[in-house]
């Protein structure tokens, strides 16, 4: 393990279920073996809600680590904030997942289809087109 104070950051991840910019934030939670709280804007609309509250915008990741709030990051971006400030060790190990990449046309497909089965499960609006680009 790679941190270097005693104690673990207090760390609370606003992502989305099926995102390239997420999953490269949970890469990095998970190359440092570190404990978070993972809140998912798009199963939990209130979440989002909460993160727009806190951050004053929408997108995201974004990441609270001990009452520092992070908006729109990267996994880069996370972890060299975390180096910077002394919460972690750096480590030339590779993460396991790109850390500085948007969505694939894959995990687009994956959140269409999830909006889609949530919308069908709510009996959602009769003739509404979902597009699956």
């Known amino acids: 393990m790679s941190k270097t104070a005693d104690q673990s950051p207090n760390i609370t991840c606003y992502l989305k279920t099926y995102c390239g910019w997420s999953e490269g934030v949970r890469a990095i939670m998970r190359k440092y073996e570190l404990e978070y709280d993972e809140k998912d ?38 972890e060299a904030w ?21 969505c ?4 687009h497909a994956a959140q ?13 609006a009769a003739g509404k087109i979902v597009f699956l680009d």
């Open 41 to 78: 804007i798009i199963a939990n609309p209130a979440f989002r809600w909460e993160m727009e509250q806190k951050t004053g915008q929408p997108l995201s990741p974004c990441v609270e680590i001990n009452g520092k709030m992070l908006p729109d990051v990267s996994g880069e971006e996370v």
């Open 82 to 102: 975390m180096v910077e400030n002394g919460l972690i060790k750096g480590s030339e190990a590779e993460p396991d997942s790109p850390i500085d990449a948007s």
């Open 104 to 107: 694939s046309p894959e995990q």
């Open 112 to 124: 269409a289809r999830m909006e889609a089965e949530e919308q069908g499960d709510q009996g959602g």
